[in-house]
């Protein structure tokens, strides 16, 4: 969504984005909101006169977390959502823009426009921007009201005998913190009130939270991941789980042993939901992609089946990963290093996105794979094409740190003499 950043630099260029956003529905509905900052609000009221002058329909939702505005997408089934934030960094502030699609996942602005129109855009002036039919506007500020009720709504436990430690740098979070957490106060037994399980950061567009034990150790993004999925398995009807590609086997293993089913996406956030979605489990959405949700409903679980976070992540699996990357000639010559790979690893190798691996039914030699994973002596190694521009990159999993780094190095090696062969 590297596109959208264009349309974020000037006030001139937010009222563009607005317009041609607002002609893309043609008339429809558009939920638009913000964070608390002051750029963030400017730039949200500015789009919103461009999609009222195209002649769409405003629901404009004011203060609002990401999640927040995902719901109320769904819920009053807009064809798009905008959300704007700023997002804080010690060279200053950069203001984003989310489009999300009516099922609130994140789309890239290309994926709504014709790049005709977009290009006929950039050299659209503000006297351009005529006003016809205006598009209505319905504010709905209160919204948050409905998703704070909707979170308290689905805790179980009467009573409480845990308490929980949130905080977050965001003020509309805040906000929502301090009244989903005065309901579980108020359900605390008094001894408990001191009684921190453990604690929590919850990021500043509401998405993600980080999570940590007792002692203050932070658990990793796959734990944390864990940690939900292991509460879901326990406590819903859902058994199958999207996941990033990049998660360790030990942790699929995990889950399988649990009774649990894994569905492996490549790909960032957009493509996760995708697929969630896809698999009809939107318990997982809210847990995955709502900070303040998951941390609720983690404690109410701990509570319920009165079990110590700690103990809860000591069963969590120990894995060590160690990454290295290899810069190869050019697409072809990354195809045929897997292809070299698989050949030597045969007997433990699996092709990645690659259905039929057979090399006598020619496969190998028609098909683009995506990457190989080799299986040897208790350790994973997987090898596949990286973000950046011909590069390999490799990542090694065992049960200890100093065997994970020497095996990356050992397929680092092999690799680069492959890349000269």
């Avoid at 070299?340 to 690659?354: E, V």
């Avoid at 994973?373 to 208790?378: A, D, F, Q, R, T």
């Amino acid at each position: 969504m590297e596109y959208l950043s264009e349309w974020t630099v000037s006030p001139e260029r937010w009222l563009r984005l607005g317009y041609i956003l607002g002609a893309s529905e043609n008339g429809g509905r558009i939920s638009i909101s913000s964070d608390e900052e002051d750029l963030s609000k400017l730039a949200a009221d500015t789009i919103k006169i461009g999609v009222k002058y195209a002649g769409s329909k405003v629901y404009n939702f004011g203060e609002q977390n990401l999640p927040i505005m995902r719901h109320a997408v769904r819920f009053y089934k807009t064809g798009l959502g905008i959300f704007v934030n700023t997002i804080k960094g010690d060279n200053g502030n950069v203001l984003n823009v989310d489009l999300l699609d009516n099922r609130g996942i994140k789309v890239p602005l290309e994926n709504l426009v014709k790049r005709e129109e977009l290009a006929k855009a950039e050299s659209l002036v503000t006297s351009d921007i005529t006003m016809g039919t205006v598009g209505q506007e319905v504010t709905l500020f209160e919204f948050k009201t409905h998703y704070m009720r909707h979170i308290i709504n689905s805790i179980k436990s009467g009573t409480f005998n845990m308490n929980i430690c949130l905080s977050t740098k965001s003020k509309t979070i805040s906000e929502i913190l301090k009244v989903v957490l005065d309901d579980l106060y108020s359900k605390i037994e008094p001894e408990a009130l001191e009684k921190y399980e453990f604690s929590g950061i919850i990021s500043e567009n509401g998405e993600q939270i980080n999570l940590y034990k007792s002692d203050g150790t932070e658990l990793s993004r796959e734990q944390i991941l864990s940690v939900m999925i292991y509460v879901l398995l326990r406590d819903s009807s859902i058994r199958t789980f999207v996941v990033p590609d990049s998660i360790s086997e030990y942790t699929e293993t995990a889950i399988l042993r649990l009774g649990g089913n894994v569905i492996r996406v490549s790909g960032g956030d957009s493509e996760i939901m995708e697929k969630i979605i896809s698999s009809g489990s939107s318990e997982q959405m809210l847990m995955q992609f709502d900070g303040i949700y998951a941390a609720v409903k983690i404690l109410d679980f701990l509570n319920r089946y009165d079990i110590s976070f700690d103990s809860l992540t000591m069963h969590l699996p120990q894995i060590f990963k160690a990454e290295a990357e290899v810069a190869c000639g050019d697409e072809k010559q990354m195809e045929n290093i897997i292809k070299s790979l698989k050949r030597q690893f045969k007997n433990n190798a699996t092709i990645l996105g690659d259905s039929d691996t057979d090399d006598e039914k020619g496969s190998d030699n028609n098909k683009k794979s995506e990457g190989i994973k080799i299986e040897s002596n208790g350790t994973v190694t997987i090898v596949f094409p990286g973000s950046g521009n011909n590069i390999l990159k490799i990542i090694s999993e065992s049960e200890s740190m100093e065997t994970a780094e020497e095996i990356s190095t050992l397929f680092k090696n092999k690799i680069k003499t492959l890349a000269k062969s």
